[in-house]
Every structure is written in structure tokens, then in C-alpha cells.
């Protein structure tokens, strides 16, 4: 199991100086660097395609994902336009974690509507996924088709679409955040039970003054389990990177 961390922290302290903290996720070895799409919650949470595009220049070999981008906030076509050029910043190790989000903030500050997000979710996802394998469609031209394809595109969300997440997209993000880890290993049984192909047991907290007993035995559960990932969201003040990376060998 690769072990990744996310490049935001979830929580009101200051956000973390992006260059400087996934050089430091890097040099800790790392496998991969998230972030995540947060708006409108009283803090600030970093765009996730700046955070990444930061990233890219910065770390030149580990992979680089969005967890996730809420796509109903967003026009297909531009929020194409902005994966595609954030795939031209990172190449072929960008991955793109896509969620009909959850907070009702989030869509309250931009007036969508929180009640329709699934519903709006299925729609534009149909019409992103042509738009970003082709550069275009019958409405928009925005680019030639990427040379390698199109990034994968990995759900996060749970209930029925976890199934969901193994029938018709490349993988799943479990967000660990508020969930048990009992909670996310039944998930994935049910997510492998459907086909699924990635699983990464995503925003693991590493809160400040964690013992990391627990969370290194979390870790070993979900890899003796067969996710693919675990991503850790390190909070300010938490344990040093390397004290977390060494908790998986």
C-alpha cells in the first residue's frame, strides 16, 4: 500500500505554505500529494488546482490527485479547461478525484443548489469525461486530446455509490475523516465485491499530539485489507512527516 498526504490541513490554523510543505512531504517519501476543494467554510483551504500546479514544480516524480473537486459547483466546460491545464503542469501523474461534495456551505456561498447535487453530479460528469478525453465536444473546443488520455477519475463519496465508484469510474477515495475504520473496511469489501479497481483510504487524521500506535495499526488494517493508498492529513502541530511515513514500511 502507497502512502500518500494531503497538502492542506482541516482545520482553523493558517494553511500551510504549499511549496515548501510538499517539498517537505517529498523529501519524506511520500508517495503522493492530495488536495482538496474546501470553500466558504470561514478559512482558507488553498485551490486545489493551484495547490497541485505549486506541486508539480516543486516535486518532479510524485503523483499529484484532487480530493475531491465538488462538480456540481462548477461549469463542465470550465472545469475542464482547468483539469486540462493542470494536466499539461503535471503530465501523466495527475489523478482527479471527483465528488458531488457534501458541506452545504460549500454550495450556499456559490447560490448552487445542495438538494440537486447528485442529481447535477451525473449530468455534468457525463459531459466532463468527453470533454477532458477528446479536448472538446459538439459545444466546445478547448484543447487537442491529451496525448496520454484523459487523467483517471476517482469517486469520492460513500452509501450506494461506492458501488457506483467500482462500476463506473477508475477508483474510489473513502474519506476517513469522519467514519470508523471498521465503517471504511466494510466499504471496501462492498467496493471490491463490485469490481472496483483503485482504493485509497483517504484523510486519515494525524491530529497534534496523536500517539501514532493507533494510527500505524489503522494503516496496517487497510493495507492487510487491499487498499491500494492511504492518504494522512497531518495536522499543524502533528507529528513530524518522517514519523509518519515510517509507520508503513
Avoid at 491545464?85 to 501523466?92: P, T, Y
Amino acid at each position: 500500500m502507497r502512502l500518500g498526504a494531503l497538502l492542506a490541513h482541516l482545520s482553523d490554523a493558517p494553511p500551510y505554505p504549499v511549496v515548501g510543505w510538499a517539498r517537505r512531504l517529498a523529501d519524506a517519501g511520500f508517495r503522493s500529494l492530495w488536495a482538496p476543494e474546501i470553500i466558504g467554510r470561514g478559512r482558507l483551504v488553498p485551490d486545489p488546482f493551484a495547490a497541485l500546479a505549486a506541486a508539480a514544480a516543486a516535486t518532479p516524480d510524485l503523483e499529484l490527485g484532487t480530493g475531491t473537486v465538488q462538480v456540481p459547483l462548477h461549469h463542465p466546460a470550465e472545469l475542464a479547461h482547468r483539469m486540462l491545464s493542470l494536466q499539461a503542469v503535471c503530465g501523466d501523474r495527475l489523478s482527479l478525484g471527483v465528488s458531488p461534495g457534501s458541506t452545504r456551505s460549500d454550495y450556499a456561498v456559490l447560490g448552487r443548489d445542495h438538494r440537486g447535487r447528485f442529481r447535477a453530479f451525473d449530468e455534468n460528469i457525463v459531459r466532463l469525461r468527453a470533454l477532458l478525453a477528446d479536448g472538446g465536444d459538439a459545444q466546445a473546443r478547448l484543447a487537442d486530446p491529451p496525448r496520454d488520455g484523459r487523467p483517471p477519475l476517482l469517486l469520492g463519496s460513500w452509501g450506494a455509490n461506492v458501488e457506483k465508484a467500482a462500476r463506473h469510474f477508475e477508483g474510489w477515495l473513502g474519506s476517513a475523516f469522519r467514519v470508523t475504520p471498521d465503517e471504511l473496511l466494510a466499504a471496501h469489501d462492498r467496493f471490491r465485491a463490485a469490481g472496483g479497481l483503485r482504493a485509497v483510504a483517504y484523510a486519515i487524521p494525524v491530529p497534534a499530539g496523536a500517539d501514532l500506535g493507533p494510527i500505524g495499526e489503522q494503516l496496517r488494517r487497510y493495507a492487510d485489507a487491499g487498499f491500494d493508498d492511504a492518504v494522512v492529513a497531518i495536522a499543524p502541530g502533528g507529528p513530524d512527516p518522517e514519523r509518519v511515513r515510517a509507520l508503513l514500511p
